[in-house]
């Protein structure tokens, strides 16, 4: 399979992003265009706008992608692109340039699962003979998912837990527009809440049934609406916070979802019997998240493996990495590859 030079598309979400990387870890190139201008003023992930992004980014970021990594199309061992779960039309744009290129330049496709790329990132920039982290809990955090997962290798992947509702970065990003500090909400709350006092507001921590490895964010953030305006009202109270209260807030809701993190990340280690921990996804990239979790996993002797924080949110680089473990298995997709919006 050649050098396994492995091409990596990703268009599930808000950015568009190609990647050369050889095998799994060694990165040539990742390109990311964001849309955050073209989202902002609605507070979210406007799929249709996102769709639009894409078609008008993808050609551009794949060519720098390459020539970024000196590689032309005929050194590429196969195009891996996201092909699950994500939002359909975006997914659409990827897998239909990634079928594209395939047949043009006579080159394997491989769809990959986004949800199992961010599982699998923490493995990225290990150094090259380091033991891979597997078997592993991977707690994989991002604005449309939630999930622990058991990865026993890149291969082999269980879903242990998922959101019921909102997801982590969904639930950051809601309570980033409450308290109106801008989209995306997750750097923000991150950077509001180092400032403000994590007990001054008592949120929930919904945990479910009592092994319950599922979670659940939207009472949090209708109890944040709540606190913000007042019980059962939804607008006129921002105006009466203080920057202090909104700080108070932000690093009360930020400590409640954190919290719950944490001790489900725990409940999988204890309940699967692994001894090593992965974090992905973009609210991976939470400071609080990433420092609590350290010390639970240092308490619990468990071994932590933190995605960098360059390769949290969605990039090529983790779909080129898995799309190469596919590869080398044998397990290529044909051209009548399908998106699907769920996992
Ligand atoms: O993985 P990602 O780029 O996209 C999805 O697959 O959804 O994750 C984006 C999410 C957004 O909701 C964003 O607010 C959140 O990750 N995020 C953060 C932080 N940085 C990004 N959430 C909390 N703290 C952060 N520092
Ligand atoms: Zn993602």
Known sequence: MGKGMILGIETSCDETSAAVVVGAKRVLS??????????????GVVPELASRAHIENLDGVIQEALSKA???????????????????????????????????????LVGVNHVHAHATSAAIAQPPDAPPPWPAVALVVSGGHSSLLLVRNPLEIETLGVTIDDAAG??????????ELGFPGGPIVD????????????FPRTMLGRDSLDFSFSGIKTAVLYRVHGPGKTSGGLAKLSPADVADVAASFQTAVVEVLVAKTLMAVRQTGVRSVVVGGGVAAN??????????????RVTLHLTPMCYCTDNGVMIAALGWHLLKAGRVDTLAIEASASA
């Open 30 to 43: 990742n390109v990311v265009a964001t849309q955050f201008d073209v989202h902002a003023k609605y507070g």
């Open 191 to 202: 950077r509001v809440a180092a400032n403000g006092n994590p007990r001054a507001c008592d």
């Open 287 to 300: 400071r609080q998240l990433r420092e609590c979790l350290t010390a639970a996993c240092t308490d619990a």
């Open 170 to 179: 969904e639930a950051f990003d809601k309570v980033a527009s409450i308290l």
């Open 70 to 108: 000196g590689v032309g199309c005929d050194e590429l061992d196969a195009i891996a692109v996201t092909c699950r779960p994500g939002l359909m039309g975006c997914l659409l744009i990827g897998v239909t340039a990634a079928k594209t290129l395939a047949l043009a330049w006579n080159k394997p």
